[in-house]
């Protein structure tokens, strides 16, 4: 059968619906994506999990859309109403039971500044913990009711409690769009912070928290896949995803959640 993907969001959500994607190649069916990352260019960076990731996928020809269009209406499934016999999905997907284990995606091979080549050399030679802050779009009015409150000071405060539990001699790095609040807020002696990776190369923040060897997330799925990318064990997020809905069912169960 034939399906249609729709691709939208920044690259965490674009990973989710790649798992879908996958899931149905695997079933043998003909899959296509279809690229509605436009309509959120002003906040992000556009299709790049194709362009980034090592995966197989097909872009659907205009002629078939033009074919299948007429059908949308009857034949689109979204998260709330899934319908695995439907031809379109538009939806992010968050869902474990979408992700296949092992998981089948890793990161294609990319040029590294010495900043970032700097920073992995010093991972694999400690024991690294990637840390991740997002603030930023977190506390507009627009989005605070549903992201903010959760991942407080308090709560990084307990997961570095909890990860110095786990090593003797922790090597933190802290990923984040608020350096500034960071490092008056984070008492981490000895941390590195990464503030060169901006616009379309936040990507390597990604690549950098995927070779780290614990981790602490935020509620974002872009520090979500830092953490599922690097295949850790040892990773400590936020049961509270929302403010305001309940949490994704995303998190595997070896995963500390506070």
Known sequence: MIKVVGFMGGVGNQLFQYCLYNSFQQKGNAVFFMDRTGQFASIHNGLEVNKYFDVNMRKIPLWLYYCLRPFARFTTSTEKNFKESAVFFHGYWQDKKY??????????????????????????NSESVSLHVRRGDYLSPLNVGT????????????????????????????????????????????????????????????????????????????????????????????????????????????????
């Open 147 to 258: 992201f903010g409150g959760i991942c407080t000071e308090a709560y990084y405060q307990q997961a570095i409690a909890i990860i110095r539990k786990h090593y003797t001699n922790p090597k933190f790095f802290i990923f984040s769009d608020d350096i500034a609040w960071c490092r008056s807020h984070l008492d981490l002696k000895g941390a590195t912070y990464i503030d060169w990776n901006t616009g379309e190369d936040s990507i390597y923040d990604m690549y950098l928290m995927a070779n780290s060897k614990a981790n602490v997330i935020a509620n974002s799925t872009f520090s979500f896949w830092g953490a599922m990318l690097s295949r850790n064990e040892n990773v400590v997020y936020p049961k509270h995803w929302y403010a305001n809905m309940p949490a994704p069912e995303i998190f595997p169960d070896v995963w500390i959640g506070i």
């Open 99 to 124: 992700i296949p284990t092992p998981l089948p995606i890793k990161f294609k091979s990319l040029p590294l500044s010495p900043e970032n080549e700097e920073v992995l050399r010093c991972m694999q």
